[in-house]
């Protein structure tokens, strides 16, 4: 089945470290997206990527990063920079057309 | 740019009443606009979406929305509710032309239906 797979669908984290959120496609999409949900603030973009070895910052880019080397992989840094970390975060990717994205399960992120 | 204004952030109402959330809409360019749902600790779910054609749209399980140009509204309504419709639902625009294809949401609405 094709589809946006996220791992680990929770993680925990020391307050200081560096931790890495995956987000894998097989739905051959060029767009690739990463937002962040806290409660009553809907999405925010942080990253987005529309083709391979490119990515563009969105709203609220700093203390993240990430590389996209590979079409079907977009995974997000969530640096030590980032002072408010905790957050539920979602991947998503886009078709091409009429800006539909579909979105992954999540990866709920809890600084300890 | 875009934004989105979604009125009530909660709402409740009874198993089997009709429902209205509400979704409004700011933008200088011609847009797309789309309902997506979310479950506890689930990914976001396409409900259904306003590309071109009739402004009246309808999703598989009985919720529809009308575009309102003049008043640039997406509301969402279901005349008969369920406990499963218990849910977030966001509202989202896009613009129609450029490279980015993003989405901008509102802020949620949490919808629960009593028994």
């Known amino acids: 089945d094709g589809g946006i797979t996220q791992s680990p669908k929770y993680l925990f984290r020391k307050e200081g470290q560096n931790v890495t959120l995956s987000c894998e496609q097989n739905?051959?999409?060029?767009?690739m997206y990463w937002y962040r949900q806290d409660p009553g603030q809907g999405l925010r973009l942080i990253y987005y990527s529309q083709i391979v070895n490119d990515f563009q910052k969105g709203d609220i880019a700093e203390g993240y990063s990430v590389s996209r080397e590979k079409k079907e992989s977009f995974p997000l840094t969530v640096t030590s920079a980032q002072k408010n970390p905790t957050a539920f975060y979602l991947c998503a990717s886009n078709p091409g057309s009429y800006n539909e994205q579909f979105f992954g399960p999540g990866t709920r992120l809890t600084v300890l | 740019a875009q934004s989105v204004t979604q009125l009530d952030s909660q709402v409740p109402v009874f198993e089997e009443a009709p429902v209205e959330l509400r979704c409004n809409y700011s933008s200088s360019v011609s847009v797309y606009l789309f309902w997506y749902v979310q479950y506890p600790n689930q990914g976001l779910q396409l409900l259904l979406k306003?590309?071109?054609?009739?402004?009246l749209v309808e999703s598989i399980n009985g919720f529809e929305a009308e575009f309102n140009k003049s008043q640039t509204s997406f509301h969402l309504r279901k005349p008969s509710v369920h406990i499963s419709d218990t849910a977030e639902y966001f509202c989202?625009?896009?613009?129609?032309?450029?490279?980015?294809?993003?989405?901008?949401f509102g802020s949620g609405t949490q919808l629960t239906v009593l028994p």
């Open positions: 989202a625009v896009s613009a129609t032309s450029g490279s980015a294809r993003q989405l901008t």
């Open positions: 306003y590309l071109s054609g009739s402004t």
């Open positions: 739905l051959n999409h060029d767009a």
